[in-house]
């Protein structure tokens, strides 16, 4: 029987600490929430590995992120209680569930429905408040609840996620794992203005996904 408290306990020190993740409100909660609720049921042993761990094998395959990568991307958008985020890609909702710990009003999203219903039994088990799940094309987010202060996309993209970066209240930030292969870099957007500024991370590797994939063009 897995210890999933002795778990993430492991997690925290062995794995984002020694990441640079030092953010303690942030590693306070991700010591808090039980991941072991967000993966496919009778997959639960999985959830603390240093993968990226497969939570939706439906028509389009969705992954909760590395905690490593996960943890970095959250520290770089710099959650204070109060930021209303924008969770792209959601899958079963961990990501939101950190969020939802540190005291964020959070909308994720999810492209299926069966997803986007899982997530929100997961959140229900997890106690996980402030999350409202919304079903819809991952490329158009949720201008409903715009704007944000903050976006995550729980994955890498190839193109430049615009319609995203124009929900982004003034000063808002969006992370993301940008390209593929070794080219992938962890990238932070700052809404300035009019004007979105761009920084590359660190290194850094997800699965790619499909509505953000790079369209070739015609070759002559």
Not at 187 to 205: K, M, N, P, Q, S
């Amino acid at each position: 029987m897995v210890d999933f408290a002795q778990a993430r306990r492991i997690m925290v020190d062995g794995q984002l600490r020694t990441f640079d993740v030092n953010d303690i409100p942030l590693l306070d909660a991700m010591d808090s929430v039980p991941r072991e609720l967000f993966v496919l049921p009778g997959r639960e042993e999985l959830a603390y590995i240093d993968q990226d761990v497969l939570v939706g094998d439906g028509a389009e395959r969705r992954y909760m992120l590395s905690p490593m990568i996960l943890g970095r991307l959250i520290q770089a958008l710099g959650i204070e209680a109060g930021d209303r985020v924008l969770d792209v890609a959601c899958g079963r909702g961990y990501a939101s569930a950190v969020f939802s710990e540190l005291g964020a009003q959070v909308t994720a999203v999810e492209a299926d429905d069966a997803l986007a219903n899982a997530a929100r039994q997961s959140l229900s088990a997890a106690g996980a408040g402030n999350v409202t799940v919304v079903t819809g094309p991952l490329e158009q987010g949720h201008a409903g609840n715009a704007p944000y202060d903050a976006i995550l996309i729980n994955g890498a993209v190839e193109v430049r996620p615009e319609a995203l970066l124009h929900q982004l209240a003034e000063g808002g930030r969006l992370a993301c794992v940008k390209g593929r292969g070794r080219a992938a870099r962890a990238t932070l957007y700052v809404r300035t203005g009019d004007a979105i500024g761009e920084r590359a991370l660190f290194e850094a590797a997800a699965p790619l996904l499909a509505p953000f994939v790079q369209v070739p063009g015609f070759t002559f």
